[in-house]
């Protein structure tokens, strides 16, 4: 299988999906940046299909096609910018192809919604089309958002296979068996994998970069009152839970705000209710169309920071960049494994694929930093995907608010369970592998009803009385 490094399962955007947002917004700029001759383009014409149609507007495909013809990066995007500027080019008619070329766009007729129909390939498909002056297609190309960020380009194959890792991992008793022959911890392999592609300064600088938008998105969260964009008017709720939990501190700075959270009460029941407010925050600013660390997804955003702020807050308030590193790390190939093994796409496999993946992903990086053993971070990942399989995708108006941002609450307190679990048993005793749970995962995926793979054509996407879902 292709080898994945931790920087393509934790990937800056964004919100508020990373296969229905983010993954096309890429696909845009690739067929921007692909285009033989730009300065003859007068018309780009967009095409998206079943999954992206169906919940395309929910989830600002159409927003995010439009800001990745006009050449604007996820990753360096004023996130105010994300909700201005298309405005902008509907009200003007036009946008800036590639900041190249000035072409007339509009929203309505060149952003078509395929409903019923859907590519073979995968349910989350779009065809871009790009026209000259008399109307001829001077190039047409079909791109898949696969989940997670992840595009491939149809007809199309992979140059990832040339990275040769000295750790090469598919399944989880790979990991395990570098682990016992080197011997040594999941950071340690994956530590060496990682330098297939870059120098250890730029992993260990990169991966931090990852937890200050992590933290910066949690902070923000935790400090914005109001409604969440989309036509459901649902409240934001993390602002009111930080402020009572906050109490009467004060800081003037987020390092200052992580000092008083940490010397706050440690009540169990104060701390379950931190781990609610950090999850739900990250994805209320999800939701509000700002920047995020897809962990492995957007709609599973809140799990992965939400755990991590337990372990440097309260499990272990004096942890090191070192150990927030090493957390990072094993998230990060534990995803892969479930990637390469399953699916990070909740349009093939249902909520599953995200809060289940997160949570997975979250218990073994915290049951490794907090002293596990590899066996053991691994039993933390079965035991917290275990506990979500079958859980299905089905977002009221197609909009990644309900029940998304409460499932990142339910999904963090998983992995912390599960975590516990593990650290206080023996896996030698384990009747379920984590390459088991992976491979029930996928089976499972496979059974799952179309209309619980995001779509909206089921579950409490239909049984809301007070709205009709966009699709």
């Known amino acids: 299988m292709e080898p994945i490094s931790v920087f393509d399962m934790l990937k800056i955007g964004v919100g508020p999906s990373s296969s229905h947002t983010l993954g096309p917004w890429r696909a845009a700029e690739r067929f921007v940046h ?14 998206l299909y079943g999954s992206l149609a169906l919940t395309g507007k929910g989830h600002g495909t159409d927003i995010a096609v439009m800001l990745g013809l006009h050449g604007e990066d996820p990753v360096f995007i004023d996130p105010l910018a994300v909700r201005y500027m298309p405005q902008h080019i509907q009200e003007e008619g036009r946008l800036h192809l590639g900041k190249q070329r000035w072409i007339d766009f509009c929203h309505a007729e060149d952003i078509r919604f395929f409903f019923s129909e859907s590519l073979p390939f995968h349910p989350n498909g ?9 109307g001829r297609v001077l190039h047409e190309a079909t791109y898949f958002s696969i989940g997670g960020g992840f595009v491939v380009k149809e007809g199309e194959g992979s140059n990832r296979g040339a990275i040769q890792l000295p750790y090469p ?20 392999i994956v530590w060496q994998n990682e330098q297939a592609w870059r120098v250890p300064a730029a992993i260990r600088s990169g991966l931090l970069d990852i937890w200050q938008v992590m933290l910066q998105c949690m902070y923000l969260g935790c400090h914005t009152d109001g409604t969440l964009p989309g036509g459901l008017q649902v409240v934001r709720r993390a602002a009111s ?22 010397n706050s009460q440690l ?19 999800n939701a509000n169309f700002g920047k995020v660390v897809t962990a492995p997804t957007n709609g599973a955003a809140g799990v992965i920071p939400a755990v991590l702020m337990y372990f440097v807050c309260f499990a272990r308030p004096n942890a090191t ?10 998230a990060g190939e534990v995803g892969s494994i479930f990637k390469k093994g399953s699916t990070i796409s909740a349009a093939m496999g249902g909520c599953q694929a995200e809060i289940g993946v997160s949570s997975a992903m979250a218990a073994a990086a915290l049951t490794e930093c907090l002293g596990g053993s ?4 691994l039993m933390a990942a ?22 998304c941002i409460e499932r990142n609450s339910m999904g963090a307190v998983k992995a912390i369970t599960a975590a516990n679990i593990a650290i206080e048993s023996d896996p030698a005793q384990a009747k379920v592998t984590l390459d088991d749970v992976i491979k029930t995962m996928w089976e499972t995926a496979q059974d799952m009803h179309h209309k619980y793979k995001e779509t909206s054509l089921g579950g409490l996407a239909v049984h809301i009385p007070i709205l009709v879902p966009e699709c």
């Open 169 to 188: 991992i598919s399944f989880g008793h790979e990991l395990l068996h570098y682990c016992r022959q080197k011997p040594g911890s999941i950071r340690d």
């Open 321 to 330: 960049d070192d150990d927030i590193v090493q957390f990072l790390l094993v």
């Open 382 to 403: 079965e035991i917290a995907m275990e506990h979500h399989l079958g859980l299905t995708c089905d977002p009221v108006g197609g909009l990644v608010q309900v029940p």
């Open 126 to 134: 779009l065809t871009f089309l790009a026209y000259d002056a008399i």
């Open 374 to 377: 590899p066996a053991q971070a």
């Open 34 to 47: 692909e285009l033989p001759d730009i300065t003859a383009v007068t018309r780009v014409e967009v095409r």
């Open 241 to 262: 839970i930080h402020r009572k939990l906050i109490g009467a501190a004060t800081y003037n700075t987020m390092h200052e705000w992580l000092d008083c959270i940490r």
């Open 267 to 285: 009540e169990f029941s104060k701390i379950l209710k931190w781990i609610g407010c950090f999850a739900m925050a990250v994805n209320e600013e």
